[in-house]
């Protein structure tokens, strides 16, 4: 009867086959199919809500749009100095600045910042 010699690598075969086996598992577990999300819409969908008739000419208001500095659009808004009581009389005029998306995909939204505090104003004209 003939002997067969077992080689040392037939053993360490089964052993790096599955560490072969579970490197690719890993590998390919990161290849599996990732939802992407739809993108954002970035228009808002109007108020049903109605206004107060005392605040109604403040909504109403059409901004005139001229340039101003770096490009930008500026514009003046009144607004009554206290919301739950309007007041004509102590009406405040907010200066309002723009800048106009210039991306191929067309506006974005607006976004409202207040830039200035109490050392720095927000604007100089």
Do not use: K
């Not at 228009?43 to 101003?68: F, G, I, K, M, N």
């Amino acid at each position: 009867m003939t002997r067969r010699r077992v080689r040392a690598t037939a053993v360490r075969r089964p052993g790096a086959l599955g560490a072969v086996l579970l490197a690719a598992a890993v590998a390919l577990s990161g290849c599996g199919l990732i939802p992407v999300p739809e993108p954002r819409s970035s228009t808002s969908s109007p108020t049903t809500e109605e206004v107060a008739p005392d605040l109604a000419r403040y909504y109403e208001q059409a901004l005139t749009w001229s340039p101003c500095e770096d490009g930008a659009q500026c514009a003046t808004a009144t607004a009554p100095l206290d919301w739950s009581a309007p007041d004509p009389a102590t009406d405040i005029q907010l200066a309002l600045v723009r800048h106009t998306a210039r991306g191929a995909d067309g506006p974005r939204g607006s976004l409202f910042v207040n830039p200035g505090g109490r050392v720095r104003p927000a604007s100089t004209s």
